[in-house]
């Protein structure tokens, strides 16, 4: 696949993040994909494959919220197998909190899957915002 087909599965998947559905996300990610958080929290490190991404960082993740993770995307920039978006979070934590984080995901695609994803965001709210995981 090339890059207008790599972001058009992003662009895919960040229109159901808007509204709450965050299926095709998980979808678009290989099963041995690696997810990397930037930084110095509890969140931050490197998630391997699917199953640890769901079980160590999006399962825990949504518990913190009141109501669904939903997440813009405003931006896609990409060149060959790479796709960056910056995007924000608009969600709410149980104590009324607004989850107003702003990201920059950088996606590397493989066989038409997301193989990799670099995240940057804000680490201070991260800290201040959400209950770190188990």
Not at 33 to 50: F, L, Q
Not at 64 to 73: D, E, K, W
Not at 94 to 119: L, P, Q, S
């Amino acid at each position: 696949m090339g890059v207008a087909e790599n972001k058009a599965v992003l662009q895919q998947a960040f229109a159901e993040t808007a509204r709450g559905n965050g299926r095709p996300f998980v979808d678009m990610m290989a099963d041995d994909v690696r997810w990397s958080i930037i930084g110095s929290t509890a969140w931050s490190r490197v998630y391997e494959g699917k199953a640890d991404v769901l079980a160590n960082l999006l399962g825990p993740l949504a518990t913190n919220f009141n109501g669904p993770n939903t997440v813009t995307a405003e931006r896609f920039i990409g060149e060959g197998d790479l796709v960056a978006v910056e995007g924000r979070n608009h969600s709410v934590t149980h104590d009324g909190m607004a989850y107003a984080n702003r990201y920059c995901w950088v996606f590397t695609f493989r066989g038409g899957k997301v193989a990799e994803i670099v995240e940057y965001c804000d680490t201070d709210l991260i800290n201040r915002a959400l209950t770190p995981p188990a």
